[in-house]
């Protein structure tokens, strides 16, 4: 006889109940949520049927907030505490937010996190997005009509670890539990090569409102590997409308704007960006509350021209990704286009001439990032279907490395690896008797610490006391899948061990990652010659070190004329230390000095060195017999 499970129709029983899960794609201009029902992604929309909700929430003096379309409608009569593009200060500190001069918001500089003023008291970007975020989770509780169990929200490729953990934070406001973040380009990989079973080398160009993305991916037999990234944190559609503003003010002839004004004008640009997409030419007119009348004419040639340097951005980051990934044009199969800015003519022209291909933009560019959180959900939350066999492989944006004598970085974790990943190194003592080692985790591609991001520092105390090389100590840096660094050190004698998950103060600067990069290969050679010499002072602080603890235990071995031909020797050391640090002089030159005086020293201790041996096997051997050796 069968046992049958009865349920509500539409309604699944456990232990076959389907886990609600979400994908959010947390936009500049817009976000929305999907999830996947009866085997398919779809967007859920809100009680008017609009699946869009503007990423804009507008504080009240009663400490409310409206959010979405209700909040866009004040935009320009409210623009103080109508906040609009939020996501382009998350992580971010008041030197670091571009055309912040033009902004209408009363920033206060917080510690490492830029905060705004509102009538609703100062508000962080956290917050703000936090309730962009709630909206977007009541709206999937009351499409789906249970709670969730989980998120996977997206974020930029190029967001580094303070703008990822500001996203994190927000979700967790927002009551959000974050399955994974996902990097957009690659959500929207998921979202094309899942539906259609593409195969081959992938360019996923991702324009949004405030970032621009692109990342090379290698899509095989269900697996998607990234093999690299790139773009810009602080270029999107809003620059796009920047810099028709401008144009506009200056066509018009305005004197400097009011708050209000500036408001009106900007919405008025970014409303003549997209007719421009549909139109040859369109019309701006405005009536300023300084009683100007604004009448101007815009062309699609024109508004192509004055934004030619923001396309032109594009692909260069294009360049760099595809020299990352060691790709070529011919190489790639296809491009994918992302984020609603990419529908503008010009921007599809540039990238189809770039890759000689016509672009896929079969999937809606606003939608298909939020389907492939979707998918990716779905999965996390354990609803894997019959033929769900794949695997994401995402990577690191820029490397991680850690601090070693003479403050150099020795890279732990090279930029482009697939994540998750751990990776360990071991280190050892400088100093006899040293009992704690400090570690400094560094982020970049520099050679010296001085041209990196510090992200964090920890000490692990008690090594026992050793000769300096003898303690074995092992360092471990494991990044997560949501790109987040933890660090681990343990003495592997003792046990002893210490550890720090890295919560990065917010407030790496918008152009800081792609700075880092085009710094460590113009600079290449001369970092190489840097740390040639660096390594050559440590050795030299190491014979110096070595040499005087020999000379303070054993110096009644050497004859007066013996110590004084010693003392030299060491004081040309630290000559020779003292000048390899005069930056008139090249770097290769002062290794080559430092290096021959480090030798002269070697060379002369040697009879010392055989003394000394000589000395302790004959103190092993005191008192014992022929047989007992």
Known sequence: MALLQIAEPGMSTAPHQHRLAVGIDLGTTNSLVATVRSGSPEVLSDEEGRSLLPSIVRYLPNGHANIGHKARVHQTTDPKNTIVSVKRFMGRGLKDIAHAENLPYDFVEGEGMVQLNTVAGVKSPVEVSAQILATLRQRAEDSLGDDLVGAVITVPAYFDDAQRQATKDAAQLAGLNVLRLLSEPTAAAIAYGLDHGKEGVYAVYDLGGGTFDISILKLSKGVFEVL???????????????????????????????????????????????????????????????????????????????????????????????????????????????GGATRMPHVRRAVSEFFQTIPHANIDPDRVVALGAAIQANLLAGNRAEGDDWLLLDVTPLSLGIETMGGLVEKIIPRNSTIPVARAQEFTTFKDGQTALAVHVVQGERELVSDCRSLARFELRGIPPMAAGAARIRVTYQVDADGLLSVAAREMRSGVEASITVKPSYGLGDDD?????????????????????????????????????????????????????????????????????????????????LHAAVQALAKGTEEFAARRMDKSVRKALAGKSLDEV
């Not at 997409?277 to 024109?302: D, H, P, R, W, Y």
Request: proline residues 1%; charged residues 25%; negative net charge.
């Open 228 to 338: 690299s990234t790139g773009g810009d944190s602080a270029l999107g559609g809003d620059d796009f409308d920047h810099r028709l503003f401008c144009w506009i003010t200056e066509q018009a002839k305005l004197a400097p704007l009011s708050e209000h004004d500036t408001a009106t004008l900007m919405v008025k640009a970014r409303q003549a960006k997209e007719l421009l997409s549909t139109n040859e030419e369109t019309t701006v007119e405005a009536i300023l509350k300084s009683g100007e009348i604004v009448q101007v004419t815009v062309t699609a040639a024109v508004f192509s021209e004055i934004t030619r340097h923001l396309v032109g951005k594009t692909m260069n980051a294009i360049r760099k990704a595809m020299r990352d990934a060691s790709v070529t044009v011919e190489d790639v199969d296809g491009v994918v286009m992302v």
């Open 513 to 593: 990652v792609a700075r880092m990069l085009q710094e460590s290969y113009s600079s290449a050679s001369s970092d190489m010659q840097m740390r040639a010499l660096r390594e050559e002072q440590v050795e030299a602080e190491r014979i110096l070190l070595a040499t005087q603890s020999a000379l303070d235990a054993d110096v009644e071995l050497l004859s007066q004329e013996e110590q004084a031909a010693i003392g030299q020797q060491l004081q040309a050391v630290r000559d020779a230390v003292t000048a390899s640090n005069d930056a008139s002089t090249a770097p290769g030159q002062r290794q080559d000095a």
